[in-house]
């Protein structure tokens, strides 16, 4: 299962048939590495809102 965002842009970059990996998602300058700087953030919150994964809630208790 990948876990950092370098190996999701990777994982990614390959279903689009891109033979080329990136190193480090944050810091190459590669094409590849720019064009998923690009959209990740947006898949993300997209993903976040597709499926409301219990992990990425809070719950607190309210003052009044």
């Known amino acids: 299962m990948a ?3 370098t ?3 990777n994982l990614a ?3 689009l ?3 080329k990996q990136i190193a480090n998602l944050d810091t190459e300058n590669s ?3 720019i064009a998923c700087r690009r959209f990740y953030d947006l898949a ?3 993903l ?3 499926f409301p994964y219990a992990f990425l809630t809070k719950q607190v208790t309210l003052g009044l």
């Open 31 to 33: 094409a590849e590495a």
């Open 3 to 5: 876990s950092s965002s």
């Open 44 to 46: 993300m919150e997209a």
């Open 7 to 9: 190996e999701i842009a």
């Open 48 to 50: 976040q809102e597709d």
């Open 13 to 15: 970059l390959g279903h």
């Open 17 to 19: 048939g891109v033979g």
